[in-house]
C-alpha cells in the first residue's frame, strides 16, 4: 500500500429544501491525521460526511489525494479508498466475522460459497483481523460479538476494501471503558497508513485520542486545532460545551467537559 493521502474540504455547502446544513465548510486532514469533528446535534458533521462519500448532493470541492470526490457516485468514490461507517451497525449478523469480511472484501463466490465453513483465510482477510483484534473468533456468528467486538468488525470490513480514508460516525457510542480504550488503540494502528475521521461526542475519547480536532456550528467551522487549543476557545466553551473551563482543562463542578 501507498501511503496515505490526505482530504481537502474547500467551501462545502449542503442545503435542504432552503436549509443550509452545511455552510462554506473548509478543511484540511493532512495525511495519517486522526481529526475528530464534533458539535452540538444539527451542526452538519454527518451531512459533511454524507457529502464526502456521495450520499447527498454538494457544491464546492472535496479533494481525496488527487480525486475530486464531489459528482462521482458512492460506489466510485468507494473504489477511490474512501469508507465509513454509520451510527448503527451494518455487519451481516447472520454470517460468521470471516463471512463479513469475505464479503466486503468482494471475493468472487456465489453465496452458497459463502455461507460454507471456511478453511482458508485470505492474506488480507486474515491481516485486518489480527488489525481489528478478532483472529480468535472467526467462526462466531456476528450477531454474538459484543458490541464493541461489531464496530471493531465494520472497521475491519473497510480494511479488507483497502479503504485509506475512514470516516467513522460515532465509533465508540454505548461501549464500555475497555472497549474505547481498544477502539483509540485500533484507530492509532490504522492512521499509520490512512487518514482516519472520526466524529464523536465523547469527549473522554476525544482527549485521549484526538490528533486534531474541527468543531462544527450551524453548519460552519467554529474552531479547530489540537484538543487543548479548542478547549480554550471562548467560542467553543460558549456554544458547545456551555460552560468555561480552565487552563488545566477542568469543568466546573457538577459538569462535564
Known amino acids: 500500500m501507498s501511503g496515505p493521502d490526505g482530504l481537502a474540504i474547500r467551501d462545502l455547502r449542503v442545503s435542504f429544501d432552503g436549509f443550509t446544513a452545511v455552510d462554506g465548510v473548509s478543511l484540511d486532514v493532512p495525511p495519517g491525521d486522526i481529526r475528530f469533528l464534533i458539535g452540538p446535534n ?10 464526502v ?3 447527498v448532493r454538494a457544491t464546492g470541492s ?3 489525494g488527487e480525486h475530486e470526490l464531489l459528482g462521482r457516485a458512492v460506489h466510485r468514490i468507494s473504489r477511490l479508498g474512501v469508507g465509513r461507517t454509520f ?6 449478523e447472520e454470517l460468521t466475522v470471516l463471512q463479513n469480511l469475505d464479503i466486503a472484501a468482494g471475493a468472487r463466490r456465489s453465496w452458497a460459497t459463502l455461507v460454507r465453513r471456511r478453511h482458508g ?4 482477510v486474515a491481516a485486518a483481523l489480527d488489525t481489528i483484534g478478532l483472529a480468535g473468533h472467526v467462526d462466531q456468528l456476528a450477531g454474538t460479538l459484543a458490541h464493541g467486538q461489531k464496530q471493531w468488525l465494520e ?18 457510542a454505548g461501549m464500555s471503558h475497555e472497549e474505547r480504550d481498544a477502539t483509540g488503540t485500533l484507530l492509532e494502528k490504522v492512521s499509520r497508513d490512512r487518514t482516519v475521521v472520526v466524529i464523536e461526542h465523547d ?23 489540537t484538543v487543548a487549543q479548542v478547549q480554550a476557545d471562548p467560542r467553543v466553551q460558549e456554544v ?8 488545566a482543562g477542568t469543568a466546573p463542578a457538577g459538569t462535564e467537559a
Open 87 to 92: 451510527q448503527t451497525s451494518t455487519v451481516f
Open 203 to 225: 469527549m473522554d475519547f476525544l482527549r485521549r485520542f484526538a490528533r486534531t480536532v474541527t468543531v462544527l456550528h450551524a453548519g460552519k467551522v467554529l474552531s479547530e486545532g
Open 121 to 124: 483465510v485470505p492474506d488480507e
Open 42 to 51: 444539527g451542526a452538519g458533521k454527518t451531512t459533511l460526511v454524507d457529502a
Open 155 to 172: 472497521i475491519g470490513m473497510l480494511l479488507v476494501q483497502d479503504a485509506r480514508l475512514l470516516l467513522l460516525d460515532e465509533p465508540v
Open 53 to 55: 462519500t456521495g450520499l
Open 240 to 247: 458547545y460545551l456551555g460552560h468555561p473551563v480552565d487552563a
Open 62 to 64: 472535496v479533494r481525496f
